[in-house]
């Protein structure tokens, strides 16, 4: 069984089409095969009347945590809490599911292939300049930024049990640590399998105004403490992370003197529109 983790603060129509994207799954056959849980940190009373009938309707089972918590990481990690699943996958509320296939093929993947740790893909990032643009692993050093979009991984329980879960002191970057501390055990792409199921087929719609996309060098320099913390800022870490700062500073110059057009052609010639 997989978990899907979503969390949530009184953003109700971002929830809203969240949970809708897995609404195929209220199948009786897939009882086995997810679970979800939705922590629900915030006070709006259209999210918890929703998420009420949502597990109501659901033939999924469905756990539904209503209390505060203290942000995205302490959220993560009640998920995780309670999470039954062989494996986790954190499910962004306002991003949304378009490979309705991913989980169940996923549960079955990991029961047949001991040997991976972790399954990630490719994504829709719905970036606010430039619209909906296609991204997939970097592969890269880690020091350019996550290698893999947290939203499209599944990564086994024990992983979570061997190097601990994410990290409060971290307000954007909690996940980027968590994969740094996955490479410092060991558990890198060699341990992970890269999913392909269908070809140029993304896993994922990303809501491209999330935290770190907003705000990029508080996240650079959460980036760098996460290296640093880790042991991991070797010297093609730190240059990583090094030209990840000079690409964003490239772009501020081109916001701030109204090239937004040049900027949207570049970030078009880098990642396929859709």
């Known amino acids: 069984m997989i978990s899907i983790v979503t969390i949530t603060y009184n953003n109700f129509i971002e929830l809203q089409k ?18 979800i849980i939705v922590v629900n ?16 309707k659901s033939k999924v089972n469905v756990t539904i945590i209503h209390e505060p918590d203290g942000g995205i990481a302490d959220a993560f990690n009640k998920g995780v809490h309670k999470a039954k699943g062989k494996a986790i996958s954190f499910l962004n509320s306002g991003d949304l599911l378009l490979d309705k296939e991913y ?24 970036d606010t300049l430039c619209g909906p643009l296609k991204m997939g692993p970097t592969h890269k050093n880690i020091g350019r930024g996550m290698p893999y979009y947290h939203q499209t991984m599944i990564v086994r329980t024990k992983v979570f049990e061997k190097i601990g879960g994410f990290d409060s002191a971290y307000r954007i970057n909690m996940d980027y640590h968590f994969v740094c501390k996955m490479e410092k055990n060991g558990i890198d792409y060699s341990k992970g399998l890269y999913y392909k199921k269908y070809q140029d087929r993304p896993l994922i719609l990303m809501d491209g105004r999330g935290i770190s996309a907003t705000k990029e060098w508080s996240s650079i320099r959460e980036s760098y403490h996460a290296l640093r913390v880790t042991q991991m800022l070797g010297l093609v870490n730190l240059y990583g992370l090094v030209t990840r700062f000079i690409f964003m500073s490239g772009r501020m110059v081109l916001i701030k003197f109204n090239l937004q057009k040049l900027l949207i052609c570049l970030k078009k010639i880098k990642h396929p529109s859709l």
């Open 18 to 35: 969240t949970l809708t994207s897995l609404f195929s799954y209220q199948d009786q056959h897939l009882s086995q095969t997810i679970e």
């Open 41 to 56: 940190g915030g006070i709006c009373p259209n999210s918890k009347k929703f998420l009420n009938d949502y597990q109501l």
């Open 103 to 126: 989980y169940a093929w996923s549960d079955k993947f990991l029961d047949q292939h001991p040997e991976y740790e972790f399954i990630h893909g490719d994504v829709i990032f719905n």
